[in-house]
């Protein structure tokens, strides 16, 4: 049996074993590797429980025997290697499994209520443990995507966008359960498909269908923006718009030769929106002027941001997560892709807390918790759906959300690891 | 006086011969003369005693001539001969002798024959006697003087015996009797080059006799050349296990074989003997028909057909065209991305909202549904109550309507999909009809929706006196054709729908009408038969060109995005690719297709193009056309889409592209609708 010799390091204070190499088989693989730790933890600690690790050489994750993985990384047989290991990432614990009437389009949750956006029409929200606690209807199209505002204890401003072109400005009072529109947002001229919300709270950009980004204000106000196009409107159509207050945009982003599926704020004064046109555009959200330009060669379906590892992670209609660096200019650079998903990868989300993971859900029905140290592999799969998964979100919290054709929104709990925060 | 002159040069010398009287020069040198004067007969000859004699000498020089021995005939042409000692020229005697004065003088004068011509001064000289005497003398190689004696008895100064006391006592050279240097040096030298191999020995002389090759320069491959036509004489059969003097029983003849073998004709046998079984060698008879197999032999030679049988070398490999790898031509679609699923039926038509958001499908089940294309979501089911036979969206962006075929009647239906700006004045404009003041005869009936029916879209009913199988959009989205199951010429109608007017463009029928097409740009309307695709200039109204399909039965027909290319698919499996600016006939003729196609269709913006069949699958082929005119269109198969179940026989029933995107739907006999990305 050929044996290999391996110093073993942790950050983790809790675990750290002697800095000495040891000699290890060559064919052994994660359990392997992790009795062996727990066994030396164990010897110098009595009250030591077993606790599962994994482990990292230069960066990836071990998910293979140990010669293998090196074989394929390149890496010499003949030293010693330097193996990192972490506290096994727990697998996410399925909690609820939330029935919709239709599929569901978009989701997005906070610490206390989750917010979907339904093919019926409608928005919902719903609370952590599963419970309808508002239905808001207003729409007379598909909504297309969620997004909340702003939260206090007393009243919740909330989003939601929707394929009549419109976006609608909600106030809910939560202590009386009430929901009222404060402002439609017209302008787009084909459904809008993506809102984001910039981190003031103040200003939100929607992307639609018809190439556009627009950017408008979130204040509710009690004056109603003037519509140009007011007078040669139908007068059948006016009659059902009072729902709320109509508002213009504040700018129109125009760049994109095909519909915009994704939109988000990089910081205050970024906008990053995805296309059909296979191009990701980086604006400036103050002039409102294209800044960058990431171009890769299928239609990008759903794009997300981490700022804790400043990479952009997209999805688009082929098998393949990428990640991409914004701040490349113009170098439509694929720093990494991360390959598992049998079909289209219709949403992706950063982890908000973890600087390597992320989420992701596609057509083949599965959602893939990703690290990106592993690229061949994903963490953990959830096949829970049995349907086409639309979409997915990640909250501070540590909740996996994800919703699909399916009508179902499931939530897993994902505890973030110490590792993790110190990360 | 021309005798005394003469004297000293007849006699010169007795001893020397003189080769010619006259030639003998006059002036030979005067030391000549000298010693020799006192053996001279001749006692006038007081050349050396000047003054014994009276000489005159004064009138003797003065006639000398003095031009020296030069040939004489280069005064031929001067009346003088020469010059004197003091430079005065001699003059030539006159001589005006013509041939008869000659003949007659010849003839008159009996010293004619004495008398020669002086060349140095051109007198005649008449020869004297002796002179005479001395030339016949000289002439006869006799010694000029009759009195010298040739054969005088001889003296010997020496005695030839050898007497006891020499001559002469000289001692021998030293030379004589000691090696000699030279040689020495020489012999020295000579051994130094064998030595030094400079000189080689004399190589010894080869005694086989040369033989020349005549053919050896004989070209080869030249025609004339016999041996390259050789053709080997046919091979003798190997003797089988039947010609065993001891062959296995089963090689043996039964009785029955033998009658046979006995019946048939001798060149009918298979075998020409009987095979037989001999206990050892010993036994074996001698072969009774050795003369006739020989000479049956030499029948094989003689009458052997002496053909050469031409076999080209190629490669297998070099005779496929060489195409482009299908990686080189990405973007097309490979992997199915999404199912539509909701019809119950067989899904016969698809359309595509040009925009790319939208997919319309009809259906056996009666309804036409509206598809999410990003999602594969159902927007909408329209029940028509009936086999939806073709669906087509209008290809204006700014006009949402969508034209469905259902049994007699073509419906205009706005899915209020989209823009609500652009549904809102489509219908604007569709209300905005006024009908004509007087009422036009119209081979269809135009009715508006009902109540009813215009809440579930449907805006306008076109009701035709047949069933209509397919409904085409003009680019512009006005006009529409649509083709009725008729054998009339009521087949083909051209509709525009803001006028709600039809008309019937064709007096004759030309045939059983499968399909009709617009052109994309220009004013040119396709009407594909069963076996020919006619193109009509619609500005014109005349008939611009009849393509020739080489297709039994075409089912469906598309047009390049550029407009000067077509493809056909036909139920005998067969695609037939038009270059309309080539030819009549197909291009190309694909037979991808195990099994009937049933449609084609081509990619707006990308040079793909597809084609669906009876046995499920789809075929997507790059079809790039150059812009340049010198370069052929390139078709090059990159991909088969898999997917439709087989049902009823039936697999694909159509095609279509997305508009932006290279990506292909789908729709099966299965009730399913897929997209390919």
Not at chain 2, 85 to 108: A, Q, T, V
Request: hydrophobic share 35%; proline share 7%.
């Amino acid at each position: 049996m050929a044996q290999l010799t391996a110093r073993f390091r942790t950050e983790n204070r809790r675990y750290t074993v002697e800095d000495v190499p040891f000699s290890v088989p060559a064919a052994s693989e994660t359990t392997d590797l992790s009795q062996l730790i727990n066994k030396l933890l164990a010897a110098g600690n009595a009250d030591h429980k077993y606790v599962e690790f994994d482990f990292l050489i230069n960066g990836q994750f071990l998910r293979m025997p140990l010669v293998t993985h090196m074989e394929m990384e390149n890496i010499s047989t003949e030293e010693v290697v330097e193996i990192e290991y972490v506290e096994k990432y727990m697998a996410p614990q399925p909690e609820e499994c939330i029935f919709h009437d239709d599929w569901i389009s978009s989701v997005q949750a906070t610490e206390e209520w989750i917010l979907t956006g339904c093919y019926d029409q409608t928005a919902r929200i719903w609370s952590l443990e599963g419970k309808s606690i508002m239905t808001i209807a207003g729409h007379t199209e598909v909504v297309k995507d969620v997004a909340w505002v702003k939260q206090d204890s007393l009243s919740c401003l909330l989003l939601s966008a929707s394929m009549d072109q419109t976006v609608l400005l909600w106030e809910w009072n939560v202590e009386k359960n009430k929901v009222k529109a404060l402002h439609c947002c017209r302008g787009h001229a084909g459904s809008v498909d993506s809102i984001a919300v910039d981190c003031t709270r103040t200003k939100f950009c929607s992307g639609s269908w018809d190439k556009m980004l627009k950017i408008w204000s979130a204040v509710p106000t009690d004056e109603e923006d003037e519509m140009e196009e007011g007078a040669n409107r139908p007068r059948k159509k006016q009659k059902t718009e009072q729902l709320g207050l109509t508002r213009t945009p504040l700018a129109t982003l125009s760049g994109h030769t095909e519909a915009v599926s994704s939109v988000l704020w990089i910081d205050a004064e970024e906008i990053c929106s995805a296309s059909w046109d296979h191009t990701i555009k980086l604006w400036d959200a103050e002039t409102g002027d294209l800044k960058s330009t990431l171009t890769g060669n299928k239609v990008f379906n759903s794009v997300s941001y981490s700022p804790l590892c400043r990479r952009l992670a997209s999805g688009s209609t082929d098998r393949h997560i990428r990640l991409w660096d914004p701040r490349s200019k113009d170098g439509s650079l694929v720093l990494l892709s991360l390959t598992s998903h049998t079909g289209w990868v219709t949403s992706v989300k950063w982890s908000p807390t973890h600087e390597h993971q992320l989420i992701s859900g596609s057509l083949d029905n599965i959602v893939k918790l990703w690290d990106t140290r592993s690229c061949k592999a994903p963490l953990y799969d959830l096949a829970a759906h049995e349907d086409k998964v639309l979409c997915v979100d990640w909250t501070e919290g540590g909740l996996l959300l994800s919703g699909g054709a399916d009508n179902k929104l499931y939530c897993y709990r994902y505890p973030t690891t110490a590792s993790d925060v110190g990360a | 006086m021309e005798l005394w002159d003469l004297r000293p040069h007849a006699e010169p010398h007795p001893g020397a011969p003189i080769s010619s009287p006259v030639s003998h020069g006059h002036h030979l040198p005067q030391l000549l003369f000298t010693p020799l004067a006192p053996r001279g007969a001749a006692a006038c000859s007081g050349a050396p005693n000047p003054p014994l004699t009276p000489f005159p000498s004064a009138s003797l020089q003065d006639i000398r001539n003095t031009v020296g021995n030069i040939p004489m005939e280069w005064y031929q042409d001067f009346p003088h001969i020469g010059y004197d000692l003091e430079g005065k020229k001699i003059y030539k005697p006159i001589r005006n002798k013509d041939e008869l004065d000659m003949f007659l003088e010849k003839m008159e004068n009996p010293d004619y024959w004495r008398t020669v011509q002086d060349k140095m001064t051109g007198a005649d000289i008449k020869l004297t006697d002796e002179q005479i005497d001395l030339v016949h003398r000289l002439q006869k190689g006799q010694f000029g003087d009759v009195h010298f004696n040739p054969y005088e008895p001889a003296v010997d100064f020496f005695t030839h015996e050898v007497m006891i006391h020499p001559v002469t006592n000289r001692p021998a050279d030293k030379r004589s009797f000691i090696p000699s240097l030279i040689e020495k040096e020489k012999v020295s030298k000579l051994v130094h080059a064998i030595k030094m191999g400079w000189i080689k020995p004399r190589k010894p002389k080869d005694d086989t006799p040369t033989y020349y090759d005549l053919w050896a320069h004989e070209d080869p491959n030249s025609i004339l050349g016999r041996h390259k036509m050789h053709v080997p004489a046919p091979k003798m059969k190997l003797p089988g296990h039947e010609e065993s003097y001891n062959p296995p029983p089963e090689y043996l003849l039964s009785e029955e074989e033998r009658l046979a073998w006995e019946q048939q004709e001798p060149a009918q046998r298979r075998l020409s003997f009987v095979p037989q079984q001999h206990r050892s060698l010993r036994a074996v008879p001698a072969f009774p028909r050795f003369i006739h197999e020989r000479f049956e032999r030499c029948l094989d030679l003689y009458l052997c057909p002496r053909q050469r049988k031409m076999r080209v070398n190629v490669d297998p490999e070099d005779l496929i065209p060489k195409l482009p790898k299908p990686r080189d031509l990405q973007p097309f679609p490979t992997t199915q991305a999404l199912v539509y699923r909701g019809h119950t039926s067989l899904v016969r038509c698809l359309s595509i909202s040009p925009s790319g958001q939208w997919l319309v499908s009809g259906s056996d089940d009666g309804s036409v549904r509206f598809w999410e294309v990003s999602t594969a979501r159902c927007m909408k089911t329209l029940p028509v109550g009936g086999v939806v036979k073709s669906v087509a969206w209008n290809p204006n962006p700014t006009i949402c309507l969508v034209a469905i075929c259902v049994e007699q009647s073509v419906l205009l239906v706005n899915p209020c999909l989209g823009d609500k700006l652009l549904y809102g004045a489509t219908d604007q404009l569709l209300e905005s009809f006024v009908p004509p003041e007087e009422e036009r005869v119209q081979p269809v009936q135009w009715v508006p929706a009902t109540m009813e029916e215009h809440s579930k879209g449907i805006r306008l009913v076109v009701q035709h006196s047949k069933a209509v199988k397919q409904v085409t959009w003009h680019g512009k989205g006005d006009y529409f054709a649509s083709v009725v199951s008729d054998n009339s010429n009521m087949q083909v109608l051209i509709h525009q729908s803001s006028k709600r007017w039809s008309q019937n463009p064709f007096r004759r029928s030309k045939g059983l009408v499968q399909c009709v097409l617009f052109h994309p740009i220009r004013p040119y309307f396709f009407v594909a038969t069963q076996r020919y695709v006619r193109v009509y200039n619609l500005l014109k109204q005349e008939l611009t060109k009849k393509l020739m399909t080489n297709c039994k039965w075409v089912s469906s027909m598309a047009i390049h995005p550029g407009g000067d290319n077509i493809i056909c698919g036909s139920y005998d499996s067969k695609l037939a690719w038009f270059d309309l600016d080539l030819s009549t006939r197909p291009y190309q003729l694909l037979r991808h297709h195990k099994r009937a196609l049933r449609s084609v269709a081509f990619h707006k913006h990308y040079p793909l193009f597809a084609s669906g069949s009876d046995d499920g699958s789809v075929i997507v082929c790059h079809g790039m056309v150059y812009n340049d005119l010198l370069q052929n269109p390139l078709l090059v198969p990159v991909k088969v889409l898999k997917g439709h179940v087989l049902t009823l026989d039936l697999g694909v029933l159509d095609v279509l592209f997305h508009p932006t995107q290279p990506w292909v739907f789908s729709s099966g006999a299965d009730g399913t609708i897929r997209l390919y990305t």
